[in-house]
């Protein structure tokens, strides 16, 4: 029997758009690569040439969190197979990526996010400087994944009460506050910018609008990013900025799992490893027996 990516992808009716989309890209890269291999069908795979698969990324210096989620995908689509007969054993079962040290999330100086924020160097029209504001000030001030708040209606906010519900990973939702400097931005945009940039096409609901009144979407906020970050910057280090800075102001793991909207608080340990560090340097630069 062939692969059936199509069959697997279907099976997947709990889990995210992203998520469906990276098990498809993780999947046909590992289905070609085996075929160079002469692999051509799931029943000849065996734990060698999935092991020999990891190590290869390895070799190519991938990102060991991106070498883990293709294993994760990789466990994913063989116990489907198994269940539905496609093959008798898992060859996957268990299978993990190869140890060594992870990168760490890169954390933005403070100096960064003041320019990012408070002093942007663009020349932008009020309405998408007022959009990027708001769009800056949750990412940052509110921890929001680029797909959460790409994904934002006018029903999920509430002003008055200084929240946002948010649809996350999987379709779970969670109640998130807004601080201050954030409720203002989004105001500012919703009641300002927003009826500039809508058009008879905009949608409605659509809290955040592009240029030409389309419904914003990541690949928007990365060249957002790009023309007022003073440095090369990735949407998700303000989330990473976000969770670590509420660590290092002494916040409960649970309660910053909670904001983050993780399933697993082990997902939220990574940032006690970054705020460990940021204290660390923090000590060698600033005190006399640093």
Do not use: N
């Not at 992203?18 to 799931?42: N, Q």
Request: net charge positive; with cysteine.
């Amino acid at each position: 029997m062939g692969w059936d990516f199509d069959a697997f992808e279907r099976s997947l009716t709990s889990a995210a758009p992203a998520t469906i989309s990276a098990y498809r890209s993780d999947l046909r890269a590992f289905a070609a690569w085996a075929a160079r291999s002469g692999v051509e069908t799931p029943t000849e795979v065996d734990r060698a040439l999935l092991r020999r698969y990891l190590a290869h990324l390895t070799t190519r210096r991938y990102a060991r969190r991106t070498i883990a989620r293709k294993a994760s995908s990789l466990r994913r689509y063989f116990d489907w197979a198994r269940r539905r007969g496609v093959v008798p054993v898992d060859p996957a079962a268990g299978l993990t990526a190869p140890g060594g040290t992870g990168r760490l999330p890169r954390v933005l100086r403070d100096d960064e996010l003041r320019v990012l924020l408070d002093d942007p160097v663009v020349d932008d029209p009020p309405p998408v400087r007022q959009r990027d504001d708001a769009v800056l000030e949750l990412l940052y001030g509110s921890g929001l994944r680029v797909s959460e708040l790409c994904g934002l209606r006018r029903a999920d906010v509430d002003l008055d009460a200084r929240a946002l519900t948010v649809w996350g990973k999987g379709g779970t939702q969670r109640r998130v506050p807004i601080g201050e400097p954030g409720a203002a931005a989004l105001a500012a945009w919703l009641h300002e910018g927003r009826p500039q940039l809508a058009t008879p096409d905009s949608p409605s609901d659509a809290v955040f609008l592009g240029r030409r009144g389309g419904p914003l979407g990541p690949r928007d906020v990365r060249r957002l990013l790009d023309r007022r970050a003073p440095a090369p910057t990735h949407p998700h280090a303000l989330r990473h900025t976000f969770a670590t800075h509420l660590l290092d102001g002494g916040a409960d793991l649970r309660a910053v799992q909670e904001l983050l909207g993780h399933a697993d608080v082990g997902t939220t340990q990574i940032y006690t490893h970054v705020s460990t560090e940021r204290l660390q340097r923090v000590h060698r630069t600033t005190h006399p027996r640093g």
